[in-house]
């Protein structure tokens, strides 16, 4: 069993940047894959990043390569996603999903997830 906890969300201006932090309990969080997901209002939630439990491979929305970092420290508990150069189209919940092997794009391999944390870009 895996309990995840979002934070760092806020409101925050075109251009600038925002860490979120997932924090997690459970045994198993240092063997499980873990990612981020985002829902804009309107939309169907999409897969922003992904990272393996070592940390050592990562998976991204193309998209969003470029801008956004995700990392994780496993003696912490935690995964982190970076985000520079937020725009408007980035506003969104944000949630982080752990339960897979591999940080797959696919929501559906994921057990576990947190009650997302609300990032809004203003123009």
């Known amino acids: 069993q895996v309990q995840l906890v979002e934070s760092g969300g806020g409101l925050v201006q075109a251009g600038g940047s925002l860490r979120l932090s997932c924090a997690a309990s459970?045994?198993?969080?240092?063997?499980?894959?873990m990612a981020w997901f985002r829902r804009a209002p309107g939309k169907e939630r999409e897969f922003v990043a992904g990272?393996?439990?070592?940390?050592?491979?990562?998976n991204y929305a193309g998209s969003l390569k470029d801008r956004f970092t995700i990392s994780r420290d496993n003696a912490e508990n935690a995964v982190y996603l970076e985000m520079n150069s937020l725009k408007p189209e980035d506003t969104a919940v944000y949630y982080c999903?752990?339960?897979?092997?591999?940080?797959?794009?696919?929501?559906?391999?994921?057990?576990?997830w947190g009650q997302g944390t609300q990032v809004t870009v203003s123009s």
């Open positions: 459970g045994r198993t969080f240092s063997t499980a894959a």
């Open positions: 999903a752990a339960g897979t092997t591999w940080p797959t794009r696919l929501s559906s391999e994921y057990h576990y």
């Open positions: 990272i393996t439990w070592d940390g050592v491979n990562t």
